[in-house]
């Protein structure tokens, strides 16, 4: 069976508190960039990167949040169809760990959840795996 024919798309979703990382996070992921410029996410935003899967070519649709309560109204609509939710926080703010509770218990029924670090420097080795 070719590549082709095997493609799957997941639906992931990057959940936290506001100026955690979240978007940082998914530009380095996909985009190999990073900027010191905080801009903050309004609403909700998605980007895809396609990675290779056991011999299958998955398309990732990343999809990132403004982790502002004014925004978690997008509630079931946004959350419909994810495959896995992860959830991010700064290691320099204890609150933004705290709230992953609030986060975890919200969707723990309609996802799978990931819990990721953020905000360490690259010249401290900070690397990420698939």
Not at 64 to 69: K, M, Y
Request: overall charge neutral; charged content about 20%; aromatic content about 12%.
């Amino acid at each position: 069976m070719s590549t082709s024919r095997r493609r799957t798309l997941l639906k992931v979703i990057v959940l936290g508190d506001s100026g955690v990382g979240k978007t940082s996070l998914m530009n380095q992921y996909v985009h190999n960039k990073f900027s010191q410029q905080y801009k903050a996410t309004i609403g909700a935003d998605f980007v895809t990167k396609e990675v290779l899967i056991e011999d299958r070519l998955v398309t990732l649709q990343i999809w990132d949040t403004a982790g502002q309560e004014r925004f978690q109204s997008l509630g079931v609509a946004f959350y419909r169809g994810a495959d896995c939710c992860v959830l991010v926080y700064d290691v320099n703010v204890n609150k933004s760990f705290d709230t992953l509770n609030t986060w975890h218990d919200e969707f723990l029924n309609q996802v799978r959840l990931f819990y990721l670090a953020c905000h360490l420097m690259p010249d401290h080795g900070c690397r990420y795996t698939m």
